[in-house]
């Protein structure tokens, strides 16, 4: 097939590129051409939708379309006006945070969404980021009713993340030694690996398919997180959970400075307990999380070692908490057991 992708060098773009390539696909990548392509012989069309500039689409036609950057209604609405007539479905890459939460666990395809923004903005602001998509999933099916396909994933981690969510987790425990737990080993998380999504959407092209599915790993824990970490960059790292009331009274960014971890409240436990049920019906598969652990320990190390481009202009995202604090969190929650236990 002739698949065009718009977006496609960065995190879920590239390994959606690499997943068509190796289904043997011919792949076309349509971008501002700022980021240089990793691979031989690929089309690249230059172009902006920030500015409207489309031209080079012009004229063209593919098989399919796979938007893995579309945040903004009216952008998304400006491609698939533009190609309505050139291609023969069009496929999205939406987000599992278009739920209204909490909702009812386990939050399937048919749970309620976000209302959309009464005005659109010209720029992504973090409360709106669930609600925009909504609207760019609404443009798509406006545009190609019964040719769209809407994929909603909720965390992606392995290689390639910028976001340093997941990454952080693994290169900490990396280092190995006592290190913070958050809240409790049963506390909640649910990331699935970028491959697996890759895989899963260009498999789903080439089966022609259409409508909504969530592309979620198991819902899991930082128990197993921490675990796979260990497993997967072979370290002798020891978690101390630390309580997430200490946590909290501490002033700990929750997702900022303990990334991913979440406070133990009915948004949260929905935000990670979606279904991904329909999309294994349709042939998603999910790799171990050790091995995800393990690829982005090999990728975090190769950019570290210059031998892979960092994920963004200035290395990697600054989250996580700085070593000095952590400790200080370590050294509170002994001092918190030992008080109890007097």
């Known amino acids: 097939m002739r698949i065009l992708v718009l977006g496609g060098t960065r995190f879920v773009g590239r390994h959606l590129v690499e997943a068509a390539r190796a289904g043997g696909h011919a792949v076309t990548v349509f971008n501002r051409g700022r980021t240089p392509l990793p691979w031989d012989g690929l089309e690249q069309l230059a172009g902006d939708r920030e500015t409207g500039d489309l031209e080079s689409l012009r004229g063209r036609e593919w098989d399919a379309c796979l938007d893995v950057n579309g945040y903004l209604p ?166 101390t959970w630390v309580s997430e009331q200490l946590l909290l009274d501490a002033g700990v960014e929750p997702f900022d400075e303990l990334p991913l971890w979440l406070p133990d409240e009915p948004d949260n436990r929905a935000f990670y307990s979606f279904s991904n049920a329909r999309a294994r019906v349709a042939g998603l598969t999910l790799r171990p999380l050790s091995e995800t652990a393990r690829d982005t320990w090999a990728w975090i190390a190769a950019v570290r070692a210059g031998a892979s481009p960092a994920p963004t202009p200035g290395g990697f995202v600054a989250r996580g908490l700085p070593r000095e604090r952590e400790a200080a969190l370590l050294a509170d929650q002994r001092t918190a057991l030992n008080t109890r236990s007097s």
């Open 74 to 239: 009216q952008q998304v609405r400006a491609s698939a006006a533009l190609l309505r007539d050139r291609v023969a479905r069009y496929a999205f890459i939406s987000t599992a945070s278009v739920y209204a939460l909490p909702g009812t666990p386990p939050i399937d395809e048919t749970g309620d969404v976000h209302p959309v923004p009464a005005q659109e903005p010209d720029a992504v602001a973090p409360e709106l980021y669930g609600p925009l998509k909504v609207a760019c999933e609404q443009e798509v099916e406006r545009a190609f009713p019964g040719r769209a396909l809407i994929l909603r994933p909720g965390i992606v981690a392995g290689p390639y993340d910028p976001t340093n969510r997941f990454a952080w987790w693994v290169e900490r425990v990396a280092r190995g030694g006592e290190m913070l737990g958050p809240g409790a080993p049963s506390s909640r998380v649910q990331l699935v690996d970028g491959r697996d999504l890759a895989q899963f959407a260009t498999a789903l092209i080439g089966a022609q398919a259409t409508g909504l599915f969530n592309v979620c790993g198991a819902p899991s824990t930082f128990g197993e997180l921490l675990a796979a970490c260990a497993s997967g960059t072979g370290s002798d790292a020891r978690p």
